[in-house]
């Protein structure tokens, strides 16, 4: 179903490829990423003001907030850095990730990170589970790009998406162990025009995906029946995550700043709408991965 929901371009930072928002409670502020340039953005909702950060010599893809604070910042090359706002430093380093980067992540309740990375020429993109003791684990399965991902209501389960596959899959989720389990698909979208990227859960567990070259964050209710589609001025809807106070603030990011003859007037911009009445997010779980 079509919205009417206005939307509001918030940053006007033509990003190449915008990406991997999460909104950060003690700061009170939206980061994100743009990835091919390495740059880490912010935008304060209570300044109107959006600045880079960070600008990184290489791809930066996806971003946890620690325990402490501190940012979790996943790269190219399969490095993962921490960012105190000062500095950065190296923390670990997959190294059978050496020849790609890491597309979308997320902390899972018990703090542990789930990171995704791209395909390459010789084989498929992979899923690893960072632990809180420090250990780095490769996930059961290969994906056609793995990104979005998020958690049940009831955290017994998570969804992952395969971007070229057009399907986001569900697996049986065990909090105590980080284990996955049962594969099948939750949200197959071949029949339409673009494809799943990153994704939120709402607090009522509806599933949020953006829809690159598709325009749109599309919500679906927990038996993957669409309740709206919230349109935007750019094709490449990239990321999707809820912030403000109440988390009652939805933002988008979206890609193809470079190019917006072709990709739209918004493309590369953050932009935000309100939720639905009685609709909200939640806190994003933060990461316990030593440093």
């Known amino acids: 179903m079509e919205s009417s929901t206005p939307v509001m371009r918030v940053a006007d930072t033509r990003c190449e ?6 909104w950060h409670p003690d700061e009170g502020v939206l980061f994100w990423c743009d990835i091919p340039n390495g740059r880490l953005l912010r935008y304060d909702p209570n300044r109107d003001r ?3 950060v960070l ?45 790609t980067r890491f597309n979308d992540v ?8 789930f990171a995704g990375t791209m395909p390459t020429d010789d084989h498929l993109g992979r899923l690893y589970r960072f632990d809180t003791d420090g250990s780095i684990e490769r996930v059961e399965g290969a994906y056609d790009i793995p990104n979005g991902m998020g958690y049940t209501a009831a955290r017994d389960a998570m969804y992952v ?5 057009k399907t986001v899959h569900e697996f049986d989720y065990d909090s105590e162990t980080g284990a996955l389990a049962r594969r099948r698909p939750f949200l197959n979208v071949r029949g339409e025009s673009g494809i ?10 509806d599933v949020w995906s953006a829809r690159w070259n598709g325009s749109a964050v599309v919500r679906y209710d927990a038996s993957a029946t669409e309740r709206e589609r919230v349109r935007f001025p750019a094709a490449k809807v990239s990321s999707v995550a809820f912030g403000g106070p109440e988390y009652r603030d939805v933002y988008v990011t979206t890609a193809g700043g470079d190019d917006r003859a072709s990709e739209g007037a918004g493309a590369g911009a953050l932009f935000r709408f309100r939720a639905p009445s009685g609709v909200r997010g939640t806190p994003p779980f933060r990461s316990a991965f030593p440093t």
């Open 55 to 99: 600008n990184g010599d290489d791809a930066l893809s996806g971003v946890t907030i620690q325990k402490d604070g501190a940012l979790l910042l996943f790269r190219a090359g399969g490095r993962v850095e921490r960012f105190d706002g000062d500095s950065t430093s190296t923390v670990a380093t997959v190294r059978d990730a050496a020849d």
């Open 106 to 113: 997320v902390a899972d309740p018990e703090g542990r990170v």
């Open 196 to 205: 799943p990227d990153g994704l939120a859960v709402d607090a009522d567990g």
């Open 161 to 165: 998406t395969e971007s070229n596959a």
């Open 17 to 22: 490829t915008g990406e991997g928002p999460i």
């Open 50 to 52: 959006h600045e880079c």
